[in-house]
C-alpha cells in the first residue's frame, strides 16, 4: 500500500514540475524580451545570453550591433513584447545542459526614413522574408508592420537560470555547435 501511495504521489507531482519549469521560463524569457525592449542589452545578454553563443560573438560586439540598429537614422525599429508564448513541455538533455524550445509570435514596427527607397520594394522584400500575410504598411505612419512566428531554444545547467536563443535559419551554421539538432532541423 505505502508504494501504491508513493507511486501515485509522484505521478501527481510530475505534472507539477512540468509546469512549474514552463511558467519559470516563461517568465525568464519575457524579463529577456523586456530587457531588449528597454534597449538594455547588455543586461539582457548578461543575464539571458547563451554562453556558447557569446564565446563566438562578445558581448561588447553584439551590444554594439544592437545599439547601431535600435539607434539608427535610417530606420525607426520597435520592438513588441512576444505574444502566444508556448514553452514545450520536452526537454532535451544534452552536455550536461537542459534544452527546451519556445515557440512564439512578436511584433516588429519598422519605419524607412531614406525618402529615396521605394515603398513597394520594401514592402515586397519584406514580405518575402516574413511571408506575405506577415507584413503590412501602415499609411497613417508610415511603418512596416510585420507579424513574426519564431522559435527559440532556452537552455540551462540548473534548472534554475535559463539562457536563451532565438533560431534563425540562415545560423543555422554558427548554431549547430551548441544546439541540439532536433531544434535546427524543423526551421522554416
Same mark, same amino acid.
Given at each position: 500500500m505505502k508504494k501504491l501511495f508513493l507511486f501515485l504521489s509522484f505521478i501527481s507531482f510530475v505534472p507539477f514540475f512540468a509546469q512549474d519549469l514552463r511558467t519559470e521560463i516563461e517568465n525568464q524569457f519575457r524579463d529577456y524580451n523586456n530587457l531588449l525592449i528597454e534597449k538594455k542589452f547588455e543586461k539582457a545578454l548578461q543575464l539571458y545570453g547563451n $554562453? %556558447?553563443? &557569446? *564565446?563566438?560573438?562578445?558581448? $561588447?560586439?553584439?551590444? $554594439? *550591433? +544592437? !545599439?547601431? +540598429?535600435?539607434?539608427s537614422p535610417e530606420i525607426d525599429f520597435h520592438l513588441a513584447a512576444p505574444e502566444n508564448i508556448v514553452v514545450s513541455d520536452k526537454v532535451i538533455d544534452q552536455n550536461e545542459k537542459k534544452f527546451v524550445k519556445i515557440d512564439f509570435q512578436q511584433k516588429l514596427e519598422m519605419k524607412f526614413n531614406d525618402a529615396e527607397l521605394n515603398r513597394d520594394n520594401l514592402l515586397a522584400a519584406l514580405q518575402k522574408t516574413f511571408g506575405n500575410e506577415q507584413v503590412k504598411y501602415e499609411d497613417k505612419t508610415g511603418f512596416f508592420? @510585420? !507579424?513574426? @512566428?519564431?522559435? /527559440? @531554444? /532556452?537552455?540551462?545547467? %540548473?534548472?534554475? !537560470?535559463? *539562457?536563451?536563443? @532565438? &533560431?534563425?535559419?540562415k545560423q543555422i551554421p554558427i548554431l549547430i555547435g551548441f544546439i541540439p539538432e532536433q531544434f535546427l532541423k524543423d526551421l522554416k
Amino acid at each position: 500500500m505505502k508504494k501504491l501511495f508513493l507511486f501515485l504521489s509522484f505521478i501527481s507531482f510530475v505534472p507539477f514540475f512540468a509546469q512549474d519549469l514552463r511558467t519559470e521560463i516563461e517568465n525568464q524569457f519575457r524579463d529577456y524580451n523586456n530587457l531588449l525592449i528597454e534597449k538594455k542589452f547588455e543586461k539582457a545578454l548578461q543575464l539571458y545570453g547563451n $554562453e %556558447d553563443f &557569446l *564565446k563566438r560573438f562578445p558581448i $561588447e560586439q553584439l551590444v $554594439e *550591433k +544592437m !545599439n547601431k +540598429m535600435f539607434s539608427s537614422p535610417e530606420i525607426d525599429f520597435h520592438l513588441a513584447a512576444p505574444e502566444n508564448i508556448v514553452v514545450s513541455d520536452k526537454v532535451i538533455d544534452q552536455n550536461e545542459k537542459k534544452f527546451v524550445k519556445i515557440d512564439f509570435q512578436q511584433k516588429l514596427e519598422m519605419k524607412f526614413n531614406d525618402a529615396e527607397l521605394n515603398r513597394d520594394n520594401l514592402l515586397a522584400a519584406l514580405q518575402k522574408t516574413f511571408g506575405n500575410e506577415q507584413v503590412k504598411y501602415e499609411d497613417k505612419t508610415g511603418f512596416f508592420l @510585420v !507579424n513574426t @512566428v519564431k522559435t /527559440a @531554444v /532556452a537552455n540551462s545547467s %540548473d534548472l534554475k !537560470n535559463w *539562457k536563451f536563443t @532565438v &533560431l534563425e535559419q540562415k545560423q543555422i551554421p554558427i548554431l549547430i555547435g551548441f544546439i541540439p539538432e532536433q531544434f535546427l532541423k524543423d526551421l522554416k
